[in-house]
């Protein structure tokens, strides 16, 4: 592939779950398959047997893997693919019902699962929300380890979690180790490193799709738990910038990604400075990437992969755009410690 780096946008891969809804269809204008409750829509996925395409453009059809090998550093800047793969995971989650009670690897996956190693940190950022909806994110202060074995996997471990509002606006970060779930009625934009790995310790007497009880970890989960995580990490203090055609708010910083949510007036036109790589997850509005006759158009649900390197590589915002840029810190190196 000889193509100079160009900003991209996937096909979404569409996960059928026993909790998701059709909400991507209604608010987005997603076409979903068949009529089932569609939980997952992963729009930048690198993992085995869930590889993004390119939607549409000169590379339509090409995997994201091939765009990680034939670009390289031009891509991904000073950040380092995730056992060999692209390092971020993007996905919109649909909850019409409430997700399991789960947490997520801090050490090297067993190898069950077949995923790569490593830790999995996400976020969420609440895109709508009915009335009342809620986050289960983190123990209340001074749960321990025997406080969620007394509880096991029954509606009390509920009672051990801290509740946070599903506010439309409102961004969590979900460190390694963290139990969490969310509440029936949102819909969140999930950032995560590249794992699948979740180890649930209740899901509220539901079954599968299978009509079968779905596998619990609680072991696992138990083995992988954070305990006393403060408040400001799950909900960092806000950080705003501003001019007269542009707002940047700083959502969440771990050492695996940075979520800032970017606000530009109709008429914002601007050449990229480049330099990292960058994924727009586009909430409202609509404009387009243009770099020499290559046009990339962008609208509400869609997640535009922006590579590193970006010269000549101009923004153009039809009408006012609200998004959520995504990128790795440059301090992040592989090997160094989780958080």
């Known amino acids: 592939m000889d193509s100079p780096p160009i900003p ?5 891969i569409f996960k059928l779950k026993p909790w998701g809804g059709r909400e991507l269809e209604r608010l987005f204008g997603k076409k979903l398959p068949g009529d089932g409750p569609i939980g997952e829509s992963w729009e930048v996925a690198d993992l085995p047997d869930n590889e993004s395409r390119v939607a549409s453009g000169p590379l339509a059809g090409r995997r994201l893997a091939e765009l990680v090998a034939s670009w390289g550093s031009d891509l991904l800047g000073s950040a380092a693919p995730a056992a060999g793969r692209f390092p971020l995971l993007i996905k919109f989650l649909d909850a019409r019902e409430r997700l399991s009670i ?3 690897p801090r050490a090297a996956a067993d190898g069950a699962h077949g995923e790569p190693p490593g830790v999995k940190h ?5 895109i709508g929300a009915e009335p009342d909806a809620e986050l289960y994110i983190g123990l209340k202060a001074g749960v321990g380890p025997e406080d969620v074995r007394a509880a096991g996997s029954t509606p009390a471990l509920a009672e051990l979690l801290q509740r946070w509002p599903g506010r439309p606006g409102r961004c969590y970060h979900l460190p390694s180790g963290v139990p969490h779930a969310l509440g029936a009625g949102l819909l969140v934009a999930e950032i995560q490193t590249p794992s699948d790995v979740t180890y649930r310790l209740y899901d509220w ?10 596998e619990l970890h609680f072991e696992q989960a138990l083995a992988n738990m954070q305990y006393d995580v403060p408040a400001e990490r799950i909900a960092p203090p806000r950080r705003h910038t501003a ?6 708010t700083r959502l969440v910083m771990c050492e695996r990604f940075a979520i800032d949510r970017l ?10 400075p480049g330099g990292e790589l960058a994924i727009w997850i586009v909430l409202a509005g609509s404009g387009a990437l ?3 006759r290559y046009r990339c158009a962008f609208r509400p649900g869609d997640v535009v992969l922006v590579p590193a390197r970006t010269a000549g ?5 039809a009408a006012d755009c609200t998004l959520l840029e995504v990128k790795i810190p440059a301090a992040y190196a592989p090997g160094r410690a989780a958080e």
């Open 290 to 292: 243009l770099r020499q």
């Open 205 to 214: 007497g539901r079954v599968g799709l299978d009509g079968r009880p779905r």
């Open 263 to 272: 606000r530009f007036c109709e008429g914002y036109a601007r050449e990229l």
């Open 122 to 126: 996400e976020a969420w950022y609440v």
């Open 243 to 248: 001019d007269m055609l542009a707002t940047i």
């Open 313 to 317: 590589t101009r923004v153009e915002v």
């Open 8 to 12: 991209v946008v996937f096909e979404p």
């Open 102 to 104: 789960q947490t997520h």
